[in-house]
């Protein structure tokens, strides 16, 4: 009779356990949104044959003077810094000195490293991978553009970016660039799977390789801070 009553208390014990842990799974709101990445070359916007970047990292960036951009906990970047050196360990895709030219952690919220080829001589939606977000308002999306090592069945990309037009003239750049585009509107995060579209034109961007009297790298820089400035960006529901 002891063994029977003490088994019924263990079950409700169990079961107790069981119900609080699937209430507090509930009452607990989530603290970040999954965001998934893609880069879209519209067909009319394609630039030449084997034109292409190296998206080495993506980060949404919160509005100034907001409260996440303002008080940015240390703990929160010291633990994100640790996730992102984990992760790199655990695929083994550490991205060298030689092609990001300096080691550079992305350690802020929203951040992500992905070393992903993205062509811009034919029109594609590039699915990039997936930044996870904490909750907050964002304003802007960085894209950090460097050179790529061989990852598998990819063959190392020996540039940042390539831009070329009909009339044989190209924009080579090795070194890395930051790019920073305005989203359409700020995004206030919340817990729904969220979409990230980037959309670049790169024909507009050679329209600076025509300029006359003009040195080689105020050429380079005009064409790269159009092709920012040309490109959009965009948070959907998913």
Not at 70 to 77: A, G, H, M, Y
Not at 186 to 192: E, F, G, I, Q
């Amino acid at each position: 009779m002891g063994s029977r009553s003490s088994g019924r208390r263990l079950a409700l014990t169990l079961f107790g356990c069981v119900l609080f842990t699937a209430t507090a799974a509930v009452a607990a709101p989530p603290d970040h949104v999954h965001v998934k990445v893609e880069i879209v070359v519209p067909r009319a916007e394609t630039s030449g044959a084997g034109d292409a970047l190296g998206l080495y990292a993506v980060q949404l960036l919160p509005c100034a003077g907001s409260a996440q951009s303002s008080t940015q906990s240390s703990v929160l970047n010291r633990l994100w810094a640790s996730a992102l050196v984990a992760g790199d360990r655990l695929l083994g895709v550490l991205v060298s000195t030689a092609h990001a030219n300096h080691r550079e952690r992305f350690d802020g919220p929203a951040a992500a490293e992905f070393g992903k080829r993205v062509p811009l001589d034919r029109a594609a939606t590039t699915t990039v991978g997936t930044l996870i977000a904490p909750l907050g308002t964002y304003c802007k999306v960085g894209l950090v553009l460097a050179r790529l090592p061989s990852h598998g069945k990819d063959a190392a990309l020996p540039f940042a970016l390539r831009l070329s037009n009909p009339a044989g003239q190209v924009l080579l750049i090795e070194h890395r660039e930051d790019l920073e585009i305005p989203l359409t509107k700020p995004w206030n995060a919340s817990a729904s799977a969220t979409k990230l579209t980037v959309i670049l034109l790169p024909g507009r961007a050679l329209q600076a390789l025509g300029l006359p009297n003009m040195e080689e790298g105020e050429r380079m820089q005009r064409a790269v801070v159009s092709f920012a400035k040309e490109a959009t960006a965009s948070i959907h529901f998913r």
